[in-house]
């Protein structure tokens, strides 16, 4: 995959989507597995009630073959392409992207 590239796994709605990319973890190559969601639809999903939700990077520690899952929460009103290309960008510049979940925003 080139830089710009991602293949979508599932499109679930205009606030919710699955794809994966390569980049970087620990200075390896890696294929990010992404669940990009907005945070209203995250509020709706988890039931959470009278609770401000973050923007949130979530790191799986759960890999297979140099394949990582992360999940996305961020502040948006739909995901577009143009969304989606700058998540990937937002991942592959992160400095001291590690395992778990960083909150921001």
């Not at 499109?11 to 992404?34: A, R």
């Amino acid at each position: 995959m080139s830089n710009n590239e991602y293949i979508i796994e599932h499109l679930i709605s205009n606030n919710e989507v699955k794809f994966l990319f390569e980049g970087q973890l620990n200075h390896q190559t890696v294929t990010w597995h992404t669940h990009l969601y907005t945070c209203k639809n995250h509020i709706i999903k988890s039931e959470i009630i009278n609770n401000p939700i973050r923007q949130f990077i979530d790191i799986s520690p759960h890999k297979k073959n140099n394949h990582y899952y992360l999940k996305i929460c961020l502040k948006l009103e739909q995901i577009t392409r143009a969304d989606i290309l700058k998540t990937i960008i937002m991942i592959r510049q992160y400095k001291n992207l590690t395992i778990g979940k960083h909150e921001f925003g």
